[in-house]
């Protein structure tokens, strides 16, 4: 039986922080990976299509949003609601803002409210998600201190009959993801002993799911909100795509715990996974615009070379550009302020 009373507090401990540093350095490694497959790629091939994409973008932003969920339960139990926030505007915002500004000025795009207003919701639609999702459940847990999850659960199912504009389609798709990941402290102890249960019930889910793969399962394509559209139809897209995001993170967890004994890995993994926040901001700015001066059409016939050679070349190449440029900015405080979160 499994009582849902008092979280179980861990100590952020060192084996345990380089666990999720490298589950972080895996995420975003993949992010930059699926983002290769979309822009560095032959004119006229369609991406959604490609088997590599289709595994990556069924989990790869959910397991993101658990892990974010997962560490911000921490920041939940020690902080007051208006330190919560102000924190989450810094480490969050502020970066966004400073980087879409930056850019505007080396492209020469009007600075105004209109087009800042955008470049915080947009470009780097995750954090802007998370900076949604964290506040919400700040709120949620200022309203219903015991159990803010059922405020959140009902601002959740409330979003799904309201428009998708601003982002909010993506919002709505990492909530459940966001408060599993609050949520699984509660429930540490019952996944411990059933994991192998759990993740081998899990792969099999996965696997099978991705077989039924369609083109409309991306919430690119057919959003979240239930407004305006064929209910049923609707409903099937949103169930099966939660399924297969919660089937694909569990069965990764599952096989990424193997991994705790291949230390240099471990380690090589983690080390990417301090810089998430500016991977994850730079190489959306930069991706496309270099893959812009890169011709591989002669390797993209065969889809061996093409998936498991170029685009993660070419993913590694961007990953270590974009550590080195958030080295550089580590060095002072005002950029490590306005660009890095202070971190």
Not at 217 to 242: A, C, P
């Amino acid at each position: 039986m499994v009582i849902m009373s008092q979280p179980m507090l861990l100590k952020k401990n060192n084996e345990r922080m380089l666990f999720i540093d490298s589950i972080k350095g895996l995420a975003i490694f993949l992010v930059c990976w699926g983002h290769s497959i979309q822009f560095v790629k032959k004119a006229g091939v369609s991406f959604f299509e490609n088997p590599l994409f289709i595994i990556i973008y069924s989990f790869h932003m959910p397991l993101f949003m658990i892990i974010s969920g997962y560490l911000f339960f921490y920041s939940l139990q020690r902080n007051e609601m208006g330190e919560l926030i102000k924190k989450k505007i810094l480490q969050l915002m502020l970066p966004s803002a400073s980087w879409f500004i930056l850019e505007s000025i080396l492209i020469g795009r009007n600075i105004n409210i209109p087009n800042l207003r955008y470049g915080l919701i947009f470009p780097f639609w995750f954090l802007s998600s998370l900076f949604f999702l964290s506040i919400t459940m700040s709120l949620s847990q200022a309203v219903y201190k015991g159990k803010p999850w059922i405020i959140f659960s009902v601002i959740f199912f409330i979003s799904l009959f309201f428009g998708d504009s601003w982002n909010m389609d993506r919002t709505k798709f990492m909530a459940p993801y966001f408060l599993l990941g609050v949520s699984v402290h509660y429930f540490i102890n019952y996944i411990r002993s059933n994991k192998h249960k759990l993740g081998l019930v899990s792969l099999i889910t996965w696997i099978v799911m991705l077989f039924f793969w369609d083109k409309s399962d991306y919430i690119y394509i057919t959003k979240m909100s239930f407004h305006g559209v064929e209910f049923t139809k609707q409903l099937k897209v949103v169930l099966f795509r939660y399924a297969i995001g919660f089937a694909g993170c569990f069965s990764i967890m599952y096989l990424y715990s193997y991994t705790s004994k291949l230390k240099l890995f471990t380690l090589f993994a983690s080390s990417l996974g301090i810089y998430t926040l500016p991977i994850y901001i730079i190489s959306t700015l930069i991706l496309s615009r270099i893959a812009n001066y890169i011709d591989i059409t002669t390797y993209c016939d065969n889809s061996i070379i093409y998936n498991f050679i170029i685009t993660p070349i070419y993913a590694f190449f961007i990953i270590t550009l974009c550590i080195l440029i958030a080295k550089y900015l580590k060095k002072t405080w005002v950029t490590r302020f306005l660009f890095l979160g202070g971190r």
